[in-house]
């Protein structure tokens, strides 16, 4: 290593080096380098600049000298590491999911899984944020009690802050869980003080102002974490739950009343029909009366717990939605409903979770719950537009998105939350509308992807196909090249060709086949694509011998696939190749094949 750059790049796996520590590292793969289009240029945050980029595994690593450590935290680490050790015992496939869920580490998580929460705009709920601490600190309110008289009072709260404290190391001590933690601090340390003094001279605990001293304070002690996308996001949902959680909740409720009483008018004429729907819903005439019976009683608070719920995910997603479009690129608008779903399920699974790691509780409390997950994820994964990828737009667009959003929830000033309604509605709806011009010929780019291709062409009436998508000296590929550049040609769908099946040409394709519909997909006979998941209009085009003609744009783009040598030993002469004409251009693309493949397409061509 030390022949190398000075800016070298080493990525370690979670848990495999801690600060100090001096390590002879000896990687055996090829350095990597972040994937690159030409236009627009990677926006995921995170992307690594560094030239070289090489990624460690934990075979590849030799401890020389451990790091000198304060005895008290080396046994809080030895304690984290046996509650993660712990999480095995609840099942092969929820024991990593506890991991995650419990303790921050998401290293065993398959990324199948994590995806699947990031497709359903879930990805949040594996964060040990302020859910997590919400949750402890009212068991512990409920189980220490919040009216202590005395002294009991303050060993109360100093009991609560030990337990947060606590909690907060075993569960990695990351930023958002930091963040949460002194949140609840400075609550309590407001609270308690607060009884010491009159009334009339101290000022009532609010949330806002609770939320400033907390952003104060990280920034006293990080200034540079005011651009991290991660206090972005932070602070940015907890202000739109505590300006927008209410307001948007008694809207909900408002339209919940008016389309129940518009179903009862409906169902009026039958009397089967309307006597099935009170029995189900209630009286709609009595929806403001008090519950006179159990029944009542639990339908109103089931419905009003559906208001507030769906209220403040409504209220975090549209204040996080100009922030996660600008850095992130897509949005998943089915984690309305996913959110406020998947809910009950992961407080059980918290709760019920940390029991079981410590106490001899049966796997199956949080086996079962954790498949239930699982299977409702996969639901809300069926829906449209999970996700929907945004295309690019100016950071200042966004930023007036978010100032209107800001301005529109200000309720004393009836002039500014006009002002502020009319500037978010104007800059949304210049940022969705398309901007992207189509070329005035074939447009092809040829992303950098090292060893591997991946090749994207659009034609002047915006019809994009997509040759190859993989690599193998290239990261991020999917996020950092491909992905944004379909994003700027805003493309609405996808045409695929596979010239075969080798891992540096299809790596991308799962993350690609989740989020574009594609119409037409011309790929090798031997190609194994049997847990790709397609669209189910997706017509999928295999060219059995000789050559196979695909024409569109009215006839001006003609496409002809010839297999290769389909009898090779050597799956690269087997490759599918390619002729593109159209726009007086020509296009060959051959994915690896070099000798006998060439021949088998040439001789199919007959030229």
């Known amino acids: 290593l030390d022949e190398l750059e000075r800016d070298l790049l080493l990525v370690l796996p979670v848990g495999a080096a801690r600060a100090g520590e001096e390590l002879e590292v000896t990687p055996i793969d090829r350095p990597l380098r972040p994937a690159r289009a030409l236009a627009p240029a990677p926006r995921t945050p995170g992307t690594l600049d560094s030239p070289e980029l090489w990624v460690v595994k934990s075979d590849e690593i030799r401890r020389l000298a451990p790091s000198p450590s304060w005895i008290p935290w080396s046994t809080l680490d030895r304690l984290r590491t046996a509650s993660m050790e712990r999480c095995e015992r609840l099942g092969d496939e929820a024991g990593p999911f506890a991991r995650a869920l419990l303790f921050g580490d998401e290293s065993r998580l398959a990324p199948e899984v994590g995806e699947l929460f990031t497709r359903t705009g879930t990805r949040h709920v594996l964060a040990v944020s302020g859910m997590h601490i919400a949750l402890l600190t009212t068991f512990l309110a409920l189980a220490l009690g919040s009216t202590a008289p005395g002294r009991a009072r303050w060993a109360c709260a100093l009991a609560m802050l030990g337990a947060i404290a606590l909690y907060s190391v075993l569960a990695g001590a990351q930023s958002p869980v930091r963040r949460a933690a002194l949140t609840v601090a400075l609550a309590l340390a407001a609270g308690a003080l607060r009884r010491h003094q009159r009334a009339q001279t101290w000022r009532r605990l609010d949330a806002r102002s609770l939320l400033a001293a907390t952003l104060c304070v990280e920034l006293l002690v990080a200034p540079r974490a005011l651009f991290t996308l991660s206090l972005q996001l932070s602070y940015a949902a907890t202000a739109g739950l505590i300006v927008g ?161 800001a301005l529109w929830s200000v309720r004393r000033s009836v002039a500014w939350s006009d002002f502020g309604k009319r500037l978010a509605c104007a800059t949304g709806g210049a940022a969705l509308l398309p901007w992207s011009l189509a070329p005035r010929g074939l447009e092809l780019t040829a992303l950098d992807v090292g060893h591997g291709t991946a090749l994207v062409l659009r034609t002047p009436t915006q019809r994009v196909w997509v040759f190859d998508a993989g690599t193998r000296d290239r990261n991020a590929l999917e996020r950092g090249a491909l992905g944004p550049q379909l994003a700027a040609w805003e493309a609405a769908e996808l045409n695929l060709a596979t010239s075969h099946s080798d891992r540096d040409h299809v790596s991308a394709l799962p993350w690609l086949l989740q989020r574009w519909p594609v119409n037409d997909w011309i790929r090798p006979p031997d190609f194994d694509g049997g847990s790709l998941q397609t669209d189910p209009r997706t017509r999928i085009w295999a060219p059995e011998g000789g050559a196979l003609t695909v024409t569109s744009d009215a006839g001006a783009l003609q496409l002809e696939f010839a297999s290769g040598a389909r009898h090779s030993p050597e799956p690269n002469e087997r490759s599918l190749s390619a002729r593109i004409r159209g726009w007086g251009t020509c296009v060959v693309f051959t994915g690896d094949a070099r000798e006998a493949g060439v021949d088998a397409w040439l001789a199919a061509w007959g030229e």
Not at 261 to 282: D, E, I, K, Y
């Open 245 to 405: 959680s209410a307001p948007l909740a008694r809207w909900l409720r408002t339209l919940r009343h008016s389309a129940v009483n518009v179903l009862a008018a409906a169902l009026a004429t039958s009397q089967r029909l309307h006597s099935t729907f009170r029995r189900v819903v209630g009286d709609p005439a009595a929806a403001q009366l008090r519950p006179t019976t159990l029944l009542d009683a639990l339908r109103a608070r089931g419905a009003a717990a559906f208001d507030t719920a769906l209220g403040a995910s409504l209220a975090a997603t549209f204040a996080t939605a100009p922030l996660c479009w600008a850095a992130l690129g897509e949005l998943s608008p089915v984690g309305l409903l996913a959110t406020p779903a998947v809910g009950p399920l992961v407080a059980w699974l918290l709760v019920y979770g940390l029991w079981a790691v410590y106490l001899p509780l049966p796997p199956e409390g949080f086996e079962a719950p954790y498949h239930a997950l699982i299977a409702l994820l996969e639901f809300f994964d069926g829906a449209p537009a999970s996700p929907c990828v945004l295309p690019p737009r100016p950071l200042a667009l966004h930023l007036a998105t978010l100032l209107g959003l």
